[in-house]
């Protein structure tokens, strides 16, 4: 049973590992938790700080989108991270950050998700997260990145546009999730995988686990590019979190996140 708002006591007291979630700012209402963080961030917080608001009046998605993010029902979080990396490494932290989302609702909630590349949670053919990877750098290095989740947790209506792509781990499993216990689990798995990508700094040693969670292996999928848009059959991600798309005439693409978007051939997913 979800209690009715979460604080930072009771996150804490579900915090198993040693740095992700160990500092937490809880807000009861924030524009986003990704602008909060980035704001903590400047003022000197320590790697590992998670921010979590129980509503946001301006979440933010991709592309300049919005994010719907209703009081007391989602998971609005973003954890600070200070890595040693150059930017152009970031973006794989969006997959590795959907790995410990995929293994922290499987562990907080029993429900399977799978991943649509590169940053999104689905169950069925229905989005119950997104990702949202910001950072500040300077000239070639990272000062900091943001991780910023959104989980449909406890969302009992979605709203007309978005009905019939979304849905919350509260419609699928048919009970109240306990979002403070699902935090703990995203962070602990987090602190994981992590460690893995550090090692190599590349996402060689998580490439397999992912492709087998991804929702997009083995299917057609459409390519939306600015420049236009083709289908083809999906093989999975390289090392460096690139998808790796075969055209029919037997033609390897390969595809970088950014402006790029990936569709199911008949829908979302
Ligand atoms: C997407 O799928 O477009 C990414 C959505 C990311 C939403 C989360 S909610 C917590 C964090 N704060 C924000 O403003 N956005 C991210």
Redesign the pocket.
Known sequence: MDQKFLTEEAILAEITGSWAGKRIKVFSET?????QCRRLAAEGWPEGTLVV?EC?N??????G?G?V?PAGT?I???LLLRPEIPPQKASMLTLVAALAVEKGIRLGTGLDSRIKWP??LVIGQK?I????TEMRTQGNVTEHVVV???INANIKEFPEEIKESATSLYLVKGEEINRKKVIGCVMAAFEEYWETFLQTLDLRALKEEYDAKLVNLGRQVRVLEPGGEYTGLCRGIGSEGELLVVLPDGEEKTIFSGEVSVRGVYGYV
């Open positions: 524009d986003s938790t990704n602008i608001s946001q301006a979440g933010k998605g991709r592309r989108r994010w993010s989602g609005w979080m973003s940053n999104d989005k997260c997104g990702i949202l910023g989740i959104g």
